[in-house]
């Protein structure tokens, strides 16, 4: 087992409703702590007062009440899970962060400049891994699963949904992000998560972590 790390690394996975995201998030998670490194894995909504409201009324409450609650849980995750953890040297992995807030909300047809300025204040994840799929195989793996929301059940939502996760990474790449794209279309779980792993490591070794 190799050293702790002594620098937190925030990264966030994101890509549409059904593409891998909590697979990868849970196989990450798995290989980090097996290298020696203190992991934290959350999700988005989060656990906390905030994220349960929104996640009991993502099915029934308009776009822009939902815009503001997801955007107040991601503070609340942010000050009182997120940045503790970063503080003591902890590689927090979020399941869904700020690019699902711009895009989810969109697909409710809130103004995407709107999203983009509630979600300013909001600080950025060092790594975006931003997981992409072709449209099919999404549905094959949803169906395959089972759908979890409404958005996975309206099937012309899939496509304007890939395409503001796209613009989404774009825009937190220019806002200090390193973004990482990973097409999963043809790759197994396992040579996912290889590749994030490998993502995460080359950013504890630039930090000069002794343990990436
Ligand atoms: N690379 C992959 N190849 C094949 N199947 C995959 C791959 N990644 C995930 N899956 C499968 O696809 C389904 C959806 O995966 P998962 O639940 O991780 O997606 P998600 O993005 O977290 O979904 P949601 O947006 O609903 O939270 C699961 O059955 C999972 O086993
Ligand atoms: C962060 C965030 C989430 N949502 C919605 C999208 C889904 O309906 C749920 C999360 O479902 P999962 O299967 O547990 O991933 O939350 C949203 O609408 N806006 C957001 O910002």
Redesign the pocket.
Known sequence: MSEQSSTGVFVAVD???????????RALTIRLADDGHTVHRTAEPSDGPIGSLARTLTNTADGLTLACLYTADRHHHLAHEIEPRLATGTIVIT??YIASGLVMQRLDHVDPDYLRALNEPVRVPDLLLA?T?DED?IRR??T??G???RY?DQRASSQSEAAYHREAAQHLGGRGALVHTIN?TN???D??AALAHRYVRDVLGALGDTAA
Do not use: E, I, M, Y
């Open positions: 890509g549409p409703s059904g593409v891998g995201k909590s697979t990868l998030t399941d869904r997981l799929a195989v793996r949803l395959r699963r759908t979890h929301n996975q999963t790759l197994t779980t040579a996912v």
